[in-house]
């Protein structure tokens, strides 16, 4: 079974305040020790609709965190009936 690794709202936070500084995924990816690939998949995960100043996607840890929650919540076997 695979062993997932969920970003707590802290580092969702930090990944946020590094995106609307201007950093890199690339930079993100180094400077927090994660794969450039989770970095890509957080931020798709909490896009809120909206741009930066510089037109890139505006990123939202409360969004992000918010959806983490409900998939955690739809998780397992539906209930009869439900």
Same mark, same amino acid.
């Given at each position: ?14 990944? %946020?305040?590094m995106?609307?500084?201007?950093? &890199?995924?690339?930079?993100?990816? /180094?400077?927090? /020790?994660?794969?450039?690939s &989770?970095?890509? @998949?957080?931020?798709? =995960? /909490?896009?809120?609709? @909206? ?6 996607? =505006?990123?939202? !840890?409360?969004? !992000?965190?918010? @959806?983490? %929650?409900? /998939?955690?919540? =739809? ?6 009936? !439900?």
């Amino acid at each position: 079974m695979a062993d997932y690794a969920f970003r707590s709202i802290s580092e969702r936070q930090k990944i %946020q305040s590094m995106w609307d500084a201007g950093a &890199s995924a690339k930079d993100i990816a /180094g400077e927090m /020790g994660l794969s450039l690939s &989770s970095v890509y @998949t957080e931020l798709r =995960r /909490g896009y809120d609709g @909206t741009r930066l100043p510089d037109k890139r996607r =505006r990123y939202d !840890a409360d969004l !992000a965190q918010l @959806t983490v %929650q409900q /998939g955690l919540e =739809r998780r397992g076997r539906k209930a009869a009936g !439900a």
